[in-house]
């Protein structure tokens, strides 16, 4: 196994708010991980500064081996909660962009996707369903050989087929050798397939562990769990 992600006293400000605080963090190869916290806790502020959308306010974080920037983006295939897509470019414009921007895409792959979802390349992507959009732009992400997958929210908004779906795009599809990074709500949903969980809380890592080991020492499930730390 090799190190993908650090974070050593990585703390994040936003005026006077502190959105991490001093977190220690290290993701290491070959595991679906979830990042689960409460709305607010830094989930999104530690994507970010994973992805050399912002910078700290003090510490370090390393994205394998190098501070966020160029290098590092060329290895980590980040899908947001919100498309940044152009949707007046047909699904096959995209495609060629990705190609030409990413020398780890997977053009073949993701044509083979799109196929057995039945999405027409020639579509434009405004004329999609929210679902469809939705698949597209994992089918984008998913069709990169990067070493570590970033999906925020990937399987909010969609219908329990669509998720399904997406879930075994995710699995079936990741290089064996990177880890999957996964900020989700819908525990319930994913936790069949993690083998590792993260909390955060107020700008806090409070728990990484193994699912199977929340499982054995606490007797529930990872979501079971998670209610009981964050009940209101």
Not at 96 to 111: G, H, N, P, V
Not at 143 to 163: F, Q, W
Not at 176 to 200: G, R
Request: glycine share 6%; net charge negative; hydrophobic share 40%.
């Amino acid at each position: 196994m090799s190190i993908l992600l650090q974070c050593m006293n990585l703390t994040k400000k936003y005026g006077q708010v502190t959105a991490l605080d001093h977190v220690d963090l290290t993701i290491e190869s070959g595991k679906l991980i979830g990042l689960l916290g409460p709305n607010g806790s830094g989930k999104t502020t530690l994507i970010k500064l994973a992805c050399g959308l912002l910078t700290p306010t003090s510490g370090d974080i390393r994205v394998l081996g190098k501070a966020p920037g160029p290098e590092s983006k060329a290895e980590v295939a980040f899908l947001p909660d919100n498309s940044y897509l152009n949707t007046w470019l047909t699904v096959r414009q995209i495609v060629s962009m990705f190609t030409e921007f990413y020398a780890d895409f997977r053009e073949e792959l993701a044509y083979e996707m799109l196929a057995q979802l039945g999405i027409s390349p020639d579509k434009k992507l405004k004329t999609l369903s929210k679902g469809n959009k939705e698949k597209v732009c994992l089918i984008l992400v998913m069709s990169r050989n990067a070493k570590l997958y970033i999906l925020d929210e990937p399987i909010a908004g969609v219908d329990p087929a669509t998720r399904d779906y997406i879930m075994s795009v995710i699995i079936n599809n990741y290089n064996p050798d990177a880890s999957v990074l996964i900020s989700t709500h819908l525990i319930s949903d994913i936790e069949q397939v993690l083998d590792e969980v993260i909390f955060i809380q107020n700008g806090q890592i409070t728990l990484q562990k193994a699912v199977d080991e929340i499982r054995a020492e606490n007797g529930k499930s990872v979501d079971e769990l998670f209610r009981e730390v964050f009940k209101w």
